[in-house]
């Protein structure tokens, strides 16, 4: 019995919408097993990370356990990589710090507020741009921006945890320039049992990543350095513990959209969405790599803004792709995005029971793995190639970089983008104008134009209204009465470039010759005989003249 037209278009149209039915039906005891073993793990590993991305955030701990579960879950249901992990992320942890500062206090019902309508703004504006089928839009942000950006968002993580690494709670973690004076007057009261956990931390990660990368590093150090101080300092008077944290599932929150917070906070928004899908479509594609899987991007913006629009309604706050847990994910055989499920639902028994106990964890603790964390944000070989191969790549890293420090976070990244696109610009409204030579062109070029009398230019870039202006100065240097263009670098001419030619082609004939075209492309013929600068007959030949 043959299906209807109409019915038969209901699945992919279901799909479109539902990607999970496309890869659900697919699972098999085998796969389930090997996806619940990755979950498991993963849910063991976002532990320690939750908590420290959530007090670099300005939220209660739990805050970043709870972005580990439902903006998880949508990501993994509506997203397009079967590998990726989404949840808290550390760049964005200290964006969302830095945007809702000057707003509220850390960790005031306020704040929390502010959090979650922010992350409510940045879903929703990146959902738009899903259902705009905008993905494209991904590579305005070029790899130096994220570079600059990664490396500042690092040292100001750095710096705002060296306060619980050295004991110096009292130190309130501003802005980056702003810690370092308050450091330096209150180097005499830096606690040593602190500084001995931090580094105690940060050796044991570092030796498990040597000698035992399979095993859980950081939850062996964590539970380590709990166990060194409740034996060294068990009073509590010299190591800060990390605050209470409430056990439970996500409790239900509620964005504030009123017009003031709008106002103030659709700015920041727009920026976090955007680095968020700049973070999560890299990854991705890091993964799909390796896996040979064909992704969509405006498929994966709204799995990341539908995670971030139901995270803000659960207590979640603004999330993206996980590089660390999405490695482990794919390293550990995950075969769909059933493994990042299964690590929301493991994280939520294991955040009942384990919530009371992380009360004790040593804040210096946490700070070492935070510092572990700034380090590997920090980009060495992109750095350097761009530093190497590219001045315009290095520039726009620098202002990225320098802005990220002394700008708010959002601004950097606008900053970083406007940077990149004056740059691009730039490039291609100044296209090379190269002096060549006549006598290694083909034969049938040079019949048709005497080589004493001729001058020849290669052009590398379209004509259009931005590089009309730059060409036609370069070409007024040519005072031969005949010109040739070789034109095979030219893609694309419009009306200022049309009459560019035409410029060019009076100037010719005033010394007695003619401007020539050599190798044009069909497409850039075609417009030119439709203004009647080339005579139809002349299409199919190498060399073209434009008329008057």
Same mark, same amino acid.
């Given at each position: 019995?043959?299906?209807?037209?109409?019915?038969?278009?209901?699945?992919?149209?279901?799909?479109?919408?539902?990607?999970?039915?496309?890869?659900?039906?697919?699972?098999?005891?085998? /796969?389930?097993?090997?996806?619940?073993?990755?979950?498991?793990? =993963?849910?063991?590993?976002?532990?320690?990370?939750?908590?420290?991305?959530?007090?670099?955030?300005?939220? %209660?701990? $739990?805050?970043?356990?709870?972005?580990?579960?439902?903006?998880?879950?949508?990501?993994?249901?509506?997203? /397009?990589?079967?590998?990726?992990?989404?949840?808290?992320?550390?760049?964005?942890?200290?964006?969302?710090?830095?945007?809702?500062?000057?707003?509220?206090?850390?960790? +005031?019902?306020?704040?929390?507020?502010?959090?979650?309508?922010?992350? &409510?703004?940045? =879903?929703? &504006?990146?959902?738009?741009? =899903?259902?705009?089928?905008?993905?494209?839009?991904?590579?305005? *942000?070029?790899?130096?921006?994220?570079?600059?950006?990664?490396?500042?968002?690092?040292?100001?993580?750095?710096?705002?945890?060296?306060?619980?690494?050295?004991?110096?709670?009292?130190?309130?973690?501003?802005?980056?320039?702003?810690?370092? %004076?308050?450091?330096?007057?209150?180097?005499?009261?830096?606690?040593?049992?602190?500084?001995?956990?931090?580094?105690? +931390?940060?050796?044991?990660?570092?030796?498990?990543?040597?000698?035992?990368?399979?095993?859980?590093?950081?939850?062996?150090?964590?539970?380590?350095?709990?166990?060194?101080?409740?034996?060294?300092? @068990? /009073?509590?008077?010299?190591?800060?513990?990390?605050?209470?944290?409430?056990?439970?599932?996500?409790? !239900?929150?509620?964005?504030?959209?009123?017009?003031?917070?709008?106002?103030?906070?659709?700015?920041?928004?727009?920026?976090?969405?955007?680095?968020?899908?700049?973070?999560?479509?890299?990854?991705?594609?890091?993964?799909?790599?390796?896996?040979?899987?064909?992704?969509?991007?405006?498929?994966?913006?709204?799995?990341?803004?539908?995670?971030?629009?139901?995270?803000?309604? #659960?207590? =979640?706050?603004?999330?993206?792709?996980?590089?660390?847990?999405?490695?482990?994910?794919?390293?550990?055989?995950?075969?769909?995005?059933?493994?990042?499920?299964?690590?929301?639902?493991?994280?939520?028994?294991?955040?009942?029971?384990?919530? @009371?106990?992380?009360?004790?964890?040593?804040?210096?603790?946490?700070?070492?793995?935070?510092?572990?964390?700034?380090?590997?944000?920090?980009?060495?070989?992109?750095?350097?190639?761009?530093?190497?191969?590219?001045?315009? $790549?290095? +520039?726009?890293?620098?202002?990225?970089?320098?802005?990220? !420090?002394?700008?708010?976070?959002?601004?950097?990244?606008?900053?970083?983008?406007?940077?990149?696109?004056?740059?691009?610009?730039?490039?291609?409204?100044? @296209?090379? *104008?190269? $002096?060549?030579?006549?006598?290694?062109?083909?034969?049938?070029?040079?019949?048709?134009? $005497?080589?004493?009398?001729?001058?020849?230019?290669?052009?590398?870039?379209?004509? &259009?209204?931005?590089?009309?202006?730059?060409?036609?100065?370069?070409?007024?240097? #040519?005072?031969? %009465?005949?010109?040739?263009?070789?034109?095979?670098?030219?893609? #694309?001419?419009?009306?200022?470039?049309?009459?560019?030619?035409?410029?060019?082609?009076?100037?010719?004939?005033?010394?007695?010759?003619?401007?020539?075209?050599?190798?044009?492309?069909?497409?850039?013929?075609?417009?030119?005989?439709?203004?009647?600068?080339?005579?139809?007959?002349?299409?199919?030949?190498? !060399?073209?003249?434009?008329?008057?």
């Amino acid at each position: 019995m043959m299906t209807s037209p109409s019915r038969a278009r209901q699945p992919a149209g279901l799909r479109r919408w539902l990607p999970f039915l496309h890869w659900l039906p697919q699972q098999t005891p085998r /796969s389930l097993r090997v996806d619940a073993i990755a979950g498991l793990t =993963g849910a063991v590993l976002v532990l320690p990370r939750g908590v420290a991305y959530a007090l670099l955030a300005g939220l %209660p701990p $739990e805050y970043g356990l709870y972005a580990a579960i439902v903006p998880v879950i949508l990501a993994a249901l509506f997203g /397009s990589s079967r590998q990726m992990v989404s949840g808290p992320v550390a760049a964005l942890s200290i964006a969302l710090f830095s945007t809702l500062q000057p707003f509220a206090d850390a960790g +005031t019902s306020e704040f929390i507020t502010l959090a979650m309508t922010l992350t &409510f703004l940045a =879903g929703a &504006f990146q959902l738009l741009l =899903g259902l705009a089928r905008l993905g494209a839009l991904v590579e305005l *942000v070029s790899h130096s921006v994220i570079t600059g950006f990664t490396a500042g968002a690092a040292l100001i993580i750095a710096a705002s945890q060296l306060p619980h690494a050295l004991g110096l709670t009292h130190i309130e973690s501003g802005n980056f320039l702003a810690i370092w %004076p308050q450091l330096i007057a209150h180097f005499e009261a830096i606690q040593p049992m602190a500084l001995f956990v931090t580094g105690f +931390t940060v050796i044991t990660c570092l030796a498990f990543q040597r000698w035992l990368p399979r095993w859980p590093g950081m939850i062996v150090a964590i539970v380590a350095a709990t166990l060194l101080v409740a034996w060294l300092d @068990p /009073s509590g008077d010299a190591v800060q513990r990390v605050t209470t944290v409430q056990a439970g599932l996500p409790p !239900l929150s509620t964005p504030d959209l009123s017009l003031d917070n709008l106002r103030l906070l659709t700015p920041g928004a727009i920026a976090l969405g955007l680095l968020g899908l700049v973070q999560a479509v890299a990854i991705s594609r890091a993964i799909a790599a390796s896996t040979g899987q064909r992704l969509d991007n405006n498929q994966e913006f709204i799995g990341q803004g539908l995670s971030n629009l139901g995270g803000a309604f #659960f207590s =979640g706050y603004v999330s993206s792709g996980s590089l660390t847990r999405s490695g482990l994910n794919a390293s550990a055989g995950a075969c769909s995005p059933l493994a990042a499920l299964f690590s929301a639902l493991f994280l939520i028994p294991i955040l009942l029971v384990a919530a @009371p106990l992380l009360q004790h964890v040593p804040m210096p603790a946490i700070s070492g793995q935070l510092l572990l964390v700034a380090f590997k944000l920090v980009d060495r070989k992109s750095i350097r190639e761009a530093l190497t191969l590219s001045r315009s $790549e290095a +520039t726009v890293l620098l202002i990225t970089f320098f802005s990220t !420090l002394l700008l708010a976070l959002e601004f950097a990244i606008y900053l970083g983008v406007l940077a990149s696109l004056i740059l691009y610009l730039r490039r291609t409204t100044r @296209p090379p *104008v190269v $002096e060549s030579d006549l006598s290694q062109a083909p034969l049938t070029i040079q019949q048709v134009v $005497e080589a004493p009398y001729c001058d020849v230019v290669r052009i590398d870039g379209s004509l &259009f209204f931005g590089a009309c202006d730059s060409i036609g100065r370069r070409l007024e240097r #040519f005072e031969q %009465p005949d010109l040739v263009i070789l034109a095979a670098g030219i893609n #694309f001419i419009d009306l200022s470039g049309i009459h560019l030619l035409q410029r060019q082609a009076r100037r010719c004939h005033a010394r007695g010759g003619k401007l020539h075209l050599a190798w044009t492309k069909p497409s850039v013929v075609a417009r030119l005989q439709r203004v009647g600068l080339v005579d139809g007959a002349q299409q199919g030949g190498p !060399l073209v003249a434009i008329t008057l």
